[in-house]
């Protein structure tokens, strides 16, 4: 029994000597490629049989042979963080995003082609400016340290994510964001038992059902209200409904109407789902008045 036992812990040892053997000799660059592509493109990589292929392996292999001097340094410790985030493991996750933190950026990451490895992918070239990534850095550390019940250190990181630049090819992608961040903020508010300045950051976005977070944010928002009014919030939110207001704006010639309402002296523009040519007042009121937000306040 013990021969048998020595047997597999020589054999473990051997397997992992072998491993880290292979990882030295490595390019790093192509242990980059190898672990973005068996993470983020699974379905195009040819597989070594040789190996079990790992998305770790590959990313530690990079790190073990990459160069002070790499342009991709940052890039690479990006991906590997959102690999570790994604997978649960929040304590390497966190470890490398503090590192992507502190390296000192290129003003452009260098291109990356897929060409070798037999894989069939025909991926666009990398180059982009490392600015656009610390608002998902930022975005991904305060999800870690709200996990974490740290509440101020989770609200410090999505006021740096609301800072940082965002650029993005859909427009709707804008106001989302703007609707995703003050979700986010309420969230961190609510942990530190500051009720009311959840509640503003939440207002602004009630009609706004282009978002993902929509349902959580008039469902906590319509909380927070009667948490703070009592049995005076329906008469309070229907006050505000009747008195709506106009605000114009005039583009290339042509005035535009939108419409909004205050509650708490917040403005709350009046938001729906597909809004077609331009807004009228009469539409903007059934809209309030059948609102999920109004059917939440009323019940």
Not at 251 to 257: D, M, Q, S, V
Not at 281 to 296: G, H, I, R, T, V
């Amino acid at each position: 029994m013990e021969a048998i036992k020595l047997g597999i812990l020589l054999m473990i040892l051997f397997i992992l000597f072998k491993s880290d053997a292979f990882c030295e000799k490595q390019d790093a660059y192509n242990c980059l490629k190898r672990g973005d592509l068996l993470d983020n493109y699974p379905n195009f990589v040819q597989y070594d049989k040789s190996r079990t292929d790992s998305v770790p392996y590959y990313y530690d292999c990079f790190l073990k042979n990459v160069k002070a001097n790499y342009k991709n340094y940052g890039y690479a410790i990006y991906l590997a963080a959102n690999y570790y985030y994604d997978n649960d493991d929040f304590a390497k996750a966190d470890s490398l995003y503090q590192i992507f933190l502190k390296i000192k950026q290129p003003k452009f990451y260098e291109d990356i082609t897929y060409i070798d490895f037999g894989e069939k992918l025909n991926k666009e070239d990398l180059k982009f400016s490392p600015q656009g990534l610390f608002y998902y850095v930022y975005n991904s550390l305060c999800e870690i340290n709200l996990k974490r019940n740290n509440y101020s250190l989770a609200l410090k990181y999505i006021k740096l994510s609301e800072k940082s630049p965002f650029n993005h090819f859909c427009g709707n992608a804008y106001p989302t964001r703007r609707a995703f961040i003050a979700y986010t903020k309420a969230r961190c508010y609510l942990g530190l038992n500051k009720q009311n300045s959840a509640l503003m950051e939440l207002l602004p976005y009630i009609f706004n059902q282009e978002t993902e977070d929509y349902d959580n944010i008039i469902t906590k928002a319509s909380q927070l209200l009667k948490n703070k009014y009592k049995d005076k919030t329906k008469e309070i939110v229907e006050s505000a409904f009747k008195n709506i207001a106009v605000e114009e704006d005039k583009y290339e010639g042509t005035i535009y109407h939108s419409y909004y309402i205050k509650i708490d002296g917040i403005l709350i523009y009046v938001h729906r789902i597909y809004p077609t040519g331009d807004e009228n007042e009469a539409d903007s009121k059934k809209y309030l008045w059948n609102s999920d937000f109004y059917n939440m306040i009323k019940n």
